[in-house]
């Protein structure tokens, strides 16, 4: 039975938002706030949390069970593009709250997990208008966290947008923003677009927790070496100081883990997103020190025989891949319609499949992010608030009259940007 201390009953008690009260009322679970998460990692100080990409229940398990074992706060997400109304993954924005709240339960995971709703993306009226419906909804299904991805539109209308959808996010929720579509090298996110995204979203008294930047990286398989731009990242960083911003890096699967340390010791990144690494390795491909899957000299991935599933069907998901076309950035896609095929497996082999996406994670989580021993704080945090609304970090400093509709037309025209090749880029 699972012994829980008197400040974790407290935070219990206190530290869950209404929407997740409602929802799992004798729960055991401390589901929270993102806030809650990004103050842990400042409080503790170059320290990184894990915003694992949930694509399958056994990376929902094996990430829940690492941060158990390295007691860090942690982070579950799913992509609108991955668990929206189109998913391709059997977890979904309306689902993945109930799957980690039973899980917790279920493993007696006792650290504080928020649960975040990535790259909500906006790229058009007809998304705006979607959302009013759409985001209630989340919310309503247990969303402690969510980003607002405006970021294939033009920066003004970015910046617009992000205005517009901001009452329907709860006061007390994890808010992230985005300049820039992750693009690799093309269309790098600069200065001037993240301080006109922010200063405009201040002047608004709306202060995001995490900014997500172009700097550098893919999502996906990472095929070269260049990954993340740490400089540019701490240069942008350091001109949102007085706004009290953390980073939330994108694209974290394929870079080395020296890099990854760097992104921890030199920028106020406080949030990691990890999804196709994790994937890869629970379905027991041979990947590198980093989690980017290596490919034979024929282009295939390596199966590692006896590890993650079962070899009969991995030829099954092969095969699967083949008949409908997929290139190997696309195997993600094989998620919803092998799910209940993996969860058939034996007992032996589901546990293997969860150990493996275990042992990575907490890898990371100890030896690359330094997010260990970060679940106290966290559960400090919601008692030092009080409550489950911990506020922002950041003030209103900027002029609203200098921020309106109109000056904001005339400001963003004025920036100098390049946004990269168009095209179909994945969030």
């Known amino acids: 039975m699972t012994e829980f201390s008197a400040d974790y009953l407290k935070a219990l008690e206190i530290g869950r938002p209404p929407n997740v009260v409602k929802l799992f ?5 401390l589901l929270v706030s993102g806030k809650v998460i990004d103050r842990a990692m400042l409080a503790k100080g170059k320290a990184i949390s894990i915003a694992a990409n949930g694509r399958n229940s056994f990376v929902i398990r094996g990430s829940l069970r690492a941060a158990q074992r390295a007691n860090a706060a942690l982070i579950i997400e799913i992509a609108k593009s991955e668990g929206g109304a189109n998913a391709y993954c059997p977890t979904s924005l309306w689902n993945m709250a109930r799957q980690v709240d039973a899980a917790c339960n279920e493993m007696g995971i006792t650290v504080p997990v928020a649960i975040h709703a990535d790259h909500y993306g906006i790229k058009g009226e007809a998304d705006i208008e979607r959302a009013q419906d759409e985001i209630p909804s989340m919310f309503d299904a247990g969303i402690t966290s969510i980003a607002i991805d405006a970021s294939h539109l033009p920066d003004t209308d970015n910046l617009l947008a992000s205005i517009r959808l901001n009452p329907l996010i709860p006061a007390w929720a994890g808010y992230e923003t985005e300049v820039g579509e992750i693009k690799g090298k093309a269309g790098l996110s600069t200065p001037e677009e993240a301080l006109f995204l922010i200063q405009g979203l201040n002047a608004h008294d709306i202060h995001p927790d995490w900014i997500a930047l172009n700097n550098g990286t893919t999502h996906g398989l990472e095929a070269s070496a260049a990954g993340i731009q740490v400089g540019l990242t ?109 969860l058939g497996q034996p007992a032996e082999v589901r546990e293997r499949m969860i150990k493996r996406v275990e042992d990575f994670v907490h890898h990371l989580l100890v030896d690359v992010f330094n997010a260990q021993d970060t679940a106290p704080l966290a559960i400090e945090t919601i008692l030092n608030a009080g409550s489950y609304d911990i506020g922002p970090k950041g003030t209103r400093i900027e002029d609203p009259a200098e921020w309106t509709e109109q000056k904001i037309r005339e400001k963003g025209a004025a920036i100098d940007s390049d946004k990269g090749p168009e095209g179909d880029w994945d969030d």
């Not at 009322?25 to 679970?29: Q, V, W």
């Not at 949102?240 to 699967?253: C, E, F, M, V």
């Not at 041979?286 to 000299?297: K, Q, R, T």
Request: overall charge neutral; aromatic content about 8%; glycine content about 8%.
């Open 25 to 29: 009322p004798y729960s055991k679970a």
């Open 234 to 342: 701490k240069e942008i960083h350091d001109a949102l100081a007085p706004y009290k911003i953390s980073g939330a890096q994108h694209g974290t699967s394929g870079n080395s883990s020296e890099r990854l340390r760097e992104i921890a010791a030199r920028t106020k990144t406080t949030k990691a997103n990890v999804a196709t690494a994790l994937q890869m390795i629970s379905w027991g491909l041979e990947v590198n020190d980093y989690g980017n899957a290596i490919l034979d000299e024929n282009g295939q991935f390596i199966k590692i025989k006896n590890e993650g599933v079962q070899e009969d069907v991995w030829a099954e998901m092969v095969a699967y891949a083949d008949s409908k076309g997929l290139k190997k950035g696309d195997y993600k896609k094989l998620n919803l319609p092998f799910e209940n095929r993996l």
